[in-house]
């Protein structure tokens, strides 16, 4: 089933009918039971429903079906941290042992193979812009080997080097202080290593806010926008949309029948977890994220948005510097998988908490047709089968998701045929030609200041309602 707003200029009808069918194949085939994606360019939307929200039931997938979204939590939880920056609440070059005393005098493992007390004290201290762009000197080790570090984070059930499920069983302040029980890898600030940072991100916007993130989320982004199946539980009235969530099973044909449940409606998500991890434990729908899409990509173009989005009020600077990525050669050839890999149509960094083109939103390399199955643009995916990329060169949004957890760290067929077909159906401004980038009011390699002057009532406007800007 395809819902669409139609107008000149956007996609090609043959272009968006040629999206359904692959994206239904895939459902055919038996590769996943269900999906919803979304396509949007300018004023033209189309979503495409398919397929059941569980196996063995004869509920059908909805537009508004409710899905686990893992990683692409992250860019969400970097909005809210970027409004406490614009707030003037905390700063990218702030320590942020002065809200997380847990991460203070840091002490950092020799080599990745060393006894946990075979340490060197930590250079600096970890700052705010190292938790956001994971360069805080902790996370996924992708080289395999036996580490003891990596077996002490186990024992303590911190569950920030592998898959998220099943949930973590400790509280924030629980887990901060595990995770500043051990020694750092990389001294900050060295290297990029995937997503401890997002986790580390949560609690320091709790203790920043004074109030627990699911609130924060709430107040700041969330009722703003309109986005009312976003949180990190689905409440009972709502388990009838919520979809099941299953893993490749040991079957080589592709089918329901290998397929193993990982995650039923009334399992894990169905009641408030005692940790709000802000890596990858948000639930939401497409409608729900095209709002958010829409919010950053309104900053970064500076328009006034709507009523909505300026009662969110994500500056421009503070969205541009969430897009400037942060990564040296030596992180993307270490972390192939992340970043692209020989993809060269679609080269990608990381900016805070999510991923971003390597090069300028504007030059080379920012859009184009996908290759590899990796689109352009900035945005993230999800280890539950999800993806998002705004690519701001072709005028493109693309939002899929799906319950059947990613395999390996390369796209499944299905993304990668999703994305083939979404640049495949733009309407082209001139024959033969790729559209040409959008270019933002500004510059995109201009300075952006990190803490920006605001006056009194702007702040009042930003501020959690009833809460103080921080604590020391």
């Known amino acids: 089933m395809a819902y669409g707003q139609h107008e000149q200029g956007g996609f090609t009808s043959a272009g968006l009918a040629a999206l359904d069918a692959s994206l239904e194949r895939h459902v055919a085939s038996g590769e996943v039971p269900g999906l919803v994606a979304l396509v949007a360019r300018g004023d033209q939307l189309h979503v495409t429903v398919a397929g059941r929200a569980s196996d063995g039931t004869g509920q059908p997938m909805r537009r508004d079906s409710i899905f686990r979204i893992a990683s692409m939590t992250k860019p969400i939880v970097g909005v809210a941290a970027m409004l406490l920056i614009a707030d003037g609440a905390m700063d990218l070059a702030d320590p942020v042992e002065r809200w997380l005393p847990e991460l203070a005098s840091r002490r950092v493992l020799r080599h990745l193979q060393a006894p946990l007390d075979d340490t060197v004290p930590a250079e600096r201290p970890i700052t705010v812009e190292d938790v956001l762009s994971f360069r805080l000197g902790f996370g996924v080790i992708m080289t395999p080997g036996q580490y003891p570090v990596a077996e002490a984070e186990a024992s303590l059930g911190l569950k920030t080097l592998g898959p998220p499920w099943p949930p973590c069983q400790l509280t924030p302040d629980e887990w901060i202080a595990g995770l500043g029980s051990l020694p750092l890898l990389d001294q900050p600030g060295e290297r990029w290593r995937y997503n401890t940072g997002a986790t580390v991100a949560g609690i320091l916007i709790e203790r920043v806010a004074g109030s627990p993130l699911a609130e924060v989320l709430a107040r700041r982004i969330f009722e703003p926008l309109g986005m009312a199946d976003t949180g990190f539980f689905v409440p009972p009235a709502k388990l009838g949309r919520f979809t099941s969530m299953y893993r490749s099973g040991d079957a080589a044909e592709a089918g329901a029948d290998s397929r193993t449940l990982v995650d039923p409606p009334d399992g894990w998500y169905s009641a408030p977890p005692v940790l709000p991890d802000a890596s990858s434990w948000l639930v939401s729908t497409v409608d729900d994220l095209y709002a958010f899409t829409h919010l950053l990509a309104g900053a970064l173009a500076a328009r006034p948005g709507e009523p909505a989005e300026r009662r969110v009020g994500l500056p421009a600077h503070a969205a541009r510097l969430m897009l400037r990525d942060r990564t040296t050669a030596a992180d993307k050839a270490d972390n192939p998988w992340f970043f692209g890999g020989q993809d060269a149509g679609s080269p990608s960094g990381w900016g805070l908490?999510?991923?971003?083109?390597?090069?300028?939103?504007?030059?080379?390399?920012?859009?184009?047709?996908?290759?590899?199955?990796?689109?352009?643009?900035?945005?993230?995916?999800?280890?539950?089968?999800?993806?998002?990329?705004?690519?701001?060169?072709?005028?493109?949004?693309?939002?899929?998701?799906?319950?059947?957890?990613?395999?390996?760290?390369?796209?499944?067929?299905?993304?990668?045929?999703?994305?083939?077909?979404?640049?495949?159906?733009?309407?082209?401004?001139?024959?033969?030609?790729?559209?040409?980038?959008?270019?933002?009011?500004?510059?995109?390699?201009?300075?952006?200041?990190?803490?920006?002057?605001?006056?009194?009532?702007?702040?009042?406007?930003?501020?959690?309602?009833?809460r103080s800007g921080g604590r020391s």
């Open 353 to 466: 908490m999510m991923s971003v083109p390597a090069t300028t939103i504007t030059g080379d390399g920012a859009g184009g047709p996908a290759t590899g199955g990796r689109p352009g643009g900035y945005g993230w995916d999800g280890g539950s089968g999800t993806t998002w990329r705004t690519d701001p060169a072709a005028g493109l949004t693309g939002i899929l998701l799906t319950q059947r957890m990613l395999a390996s760290p390369e796209p499944p067929q299905v993304a990668r045929d999703f994305w083939a077909a979404a640049y495949a159906a733009l309407a082209l401004r001139r024959r033969g030609t790729w559209p040409r980038p959008i270019r933002l009011t500004a510059p995109w390699d201009r300075p952006c200041p990190i803490r920006p002057r605001a006056s009194a009532a702007s702040r009042r406007r930003l501020a959690l309602p009833g």
